[in-house]
DNA sequence: ACTTGACCTACGTTG
DNA sequence: TAGGTCAAGT
């Protein structure tokens, strides 16, 4: 085994397999190169067999990228049969093998977030809860926080005492009686039946202890209490176990994940070996130094700091924008400017923000000036409602007692069932004490109208059918087929708006998704396809290849590395986003560091002076960030050459348009473009006009709303690509 | 049963 | 802005 590629720490972490390992790995201190190689290690020198190696990641993507390193490291073993994932799909795995002995079936729906929502909210008006502080949202966030604190549906009741939070445990009671019911767990359950399968059944923790007989876990300073508790039991015993975190880059207390499980490592696991990491490959000093010079003000933190042999670098970038726009148009004008001195290409950058709202300026910003960008993240594909339907009429198939699903294509296309039908069916389901599915066993005897047993009839036959295909036709045939019988083609694009083709654009893309993941996965079943969905991460679906900017969250962020990052937003009250408490102030820091440390040649950071929210009109003001406060002067240039010269007539402009807002106000005909000189002449445009876009090339204009500068235009390009552009960005030729 | 439009509220990060 | 809700209209 080679390991002359590892430092002297590096070594010590990957030759150590007779002690529970603990490392501390900094920055880009090369704990991905420790894992994998502690992987290989283990298997080349015959201390354990591939199958008995279990590796926590914290995504899906790094899960299969540690595979494919390890088998290039040992291409004579066959590590195909190594568990690697994250928590919820390793437990995910060994749910659906003793889902039985729990009381599910194997083919178990993972209820996503807005299905817990949607059950919720059913709950709430079914039982007719109105109660002030009471709402789906509120309801959902106390109940994970319950799980994650393993309280159980009446373990807290007797210590509830006002209205309110004796409303919640009767809700968290009937919720999860309704996940029981649909044969169906939440993300946290993912966690918890696997506690409940080693509590209640010894012989099970047994036979998992013995399958999983070495453990590693990557980001372990973001694991939560379940998490920790499902080490604990697997490893505890053999004490076969490598982990390694960084207290700096813990980020997820708002989830649960509690630093301390570092502490409590050492005291379930004995004889520990402490590694440190500390030598960074990443980034350049002053990177190095700027992020440290704000995570070392935290209190509650162990001292230590990186060093790296890189060179100085470029200094820390700071520009004070007017608002969002203007920040959105420096980061291009940056880019622009960068490529070629800094680095070529556009995956060279990306773009971090605290929220995802703010996605909003920058992709306009991209789109105006044709640079390539891809968001990570944000409203995502698998929560459109034309995939969610899909999705619901295939998790049925799988498992016919999913109520959530049921209730979303009960109606789904509009098939003459209406709420009074619906009652009736959920009516007699509670009478049989069996799911809504069931209750269709006896359609005829139900008391409904003829057209309405006629369309139940259909609906059950379209399932029943399904289901004779599922064990044995591809996932992207029962897909395929599905969406032609409810012939969705049609249904979506004879509507002809262009929101409605967007939809069937949308569900081509599904179709086209599922079959990459027949490909990719030739034996797999339409349950295999499901799980694959229901437990992707936002990077899982991140082509990192592609030649284009990213955009994303700084906690999307974690792990990865680019030689350019911009940080925007850096203003109070956004980043940080809290300030209120040390506990959350030290923890937008820590975000900030990892954001920081992301980056190997440059980073810039951003902030303005004025900031609209939802949308509206209304700017607010805004004030910098203390983080860039706490960077040393000597670490930072300013962009603010460039502020000075245009701050006068920028918010001399900023003005102005308010002025013309007021009077637009009064007179709706008046449009920005006749009172304002500085609009271009060929602002206008109309409905029916052939315009030219740099990137879509030719399209017609279908339809503007709003005038001037600001009108939305939504136009369809060649290729029948519909797209929704604002006047004032598109810079569009009209050619006819 | 389903569609339309007025009105309200929301922008906190994820599996 | 945009998505959700509610009431009125078809």
Known sequence: MNLSQLNSQ?????????????????????????????????????????????????????????????????????????????????????????????????????????????????????YQINIQGINPKTARYYISKMKNAFKRPGDTESEMSSNKDKQMAEIYRIYQEKLVSSNAMD????????????????????????????????????????????????????????????????IYGWRGADVQNILNFEQIFTNVEIVKLEQNYRSSKNILEAAHSVVATNINRAKKKLWTDNDTGEKISVYEALDERDEAKYMVSCIQKFVGRVKNNFNDYAILYR??????????????????YTIVGGTKFYARKEIKDILAYLRLVINEKDEVSFDRIINFPSRGIGETTLKKIKYRASQLGSSPWDALNGIASLDIRAQQKKSLFQFKGLIENLQSMRETV??????????????????????????????????????????????????????????????????????????????????????????????????????????????????????????????????????????????????????????????????????????????????AYRDRIQEIRAHMHKDPGSSLSKQNGSYKEDGNYQEGQIVQHKMWGRGKIHDVEGVGEKAKLTIVFTGNVTKKLIAGYANLKIIE
């Open 187 to 250: 993300f946290d359950d993912l966690l918890l039946h696997p506690i409940d399968l080693f509590v209640n059944f010894p012989e099970k923790l047994a036979h998992y202890q013995n399958l999983f007989e070495y453990l590693l876990v990557d980001e372990y300073q973001d694991t939560n209490s379940p998490q920790f508790e499902f080490i604990r039991m697997l490893a505890s015993h053999h004490q076969n176990i490598t982990v390694v975190g960084d207290d700096d880059q813990s």
């Open 355 to 372: 929220t995802n709202a703010q996605s909003r300026a920058f992709e306009e910003s991209f789109i105006r000036s044709g640079i390539p």
């Open 10 to 126: 590096q070594v010590k972490a990957v030759t150590q397999t007779s002690r529970p390992v603990l490392i501390f790995a900094g920055a880009g201190s090369g704990k991905t190169r420790v894992l994998t190689h502690k992987i290989a290690y283990l298997i080349n020198e015959n201390l354990f067999s591939p199958q008995n190696i279990m590796a926590v990641t914290f995504t899906n993507k790094a899960a299969n990228e540690m595979k494919v390193r390890v088998q290039a490291m040992l291409p004579q073993y066959n590590i195909h049969s190594m568990n690697v994932g994250t928590f919820h799909s390793i437990a995910a795995r060994i749910l659906r093998i003793e889902a039985k002995i729990l009381g599910f079936t194997s083919g178990f729906t993972i209820y996503d977030t807005d299905d817990t929502q949607k059950l919720i909210k059913e709950i709430i008006n079914e």
């Open 474 to 651: 591809s996932p992207y045939k029962i897909a395929k087929s599905l969406v032609q019988y409810l012939d969705l083609e049609n249904y979506y694009v004879i509507q002809n708006s262009p929101e409605d083709v967007d939809r069937w654009n949308n569900i081509e893309e599904l179709l086209l998704g599922i079959k990459t993941f027949c490909d990719e996965n030739p034996d797999s079943r339409l349950s295999d396809y499901l799980e694959n969905v229901s437990l992707q991460t936002d990077i899982d679906n991140w082509n990192s290849s592609a030649n284009a900017v990213t955009l994303m969250t700084v906690h999307s962020a974690k792990g990865l590395e680019f030689p350019v990052v911009f940080i925007t937003g850096l203003e109070e009250g956004l980043f940080p986003l809290w300030s209120g408490d040390e506990r959350n102030m030290e923890e937008e820091k820590r975000l900030f560091y990892v954001g920081m440390t992301r980056a190997k040649l440059k980073v810039v950071l951003t902030f303005a002076q004025f900031r609209r929210r939802y949308g509206g009109d209304s700017e607010i003001p805004m004030l910098k960030s203390e983080f860039i406060k706490l960077i040393p002067e000597h670490l930072i240039i300013s962009d603010t050459t460039k502020r000075k010269q245009w701050d006068n007539s920028a918010i």
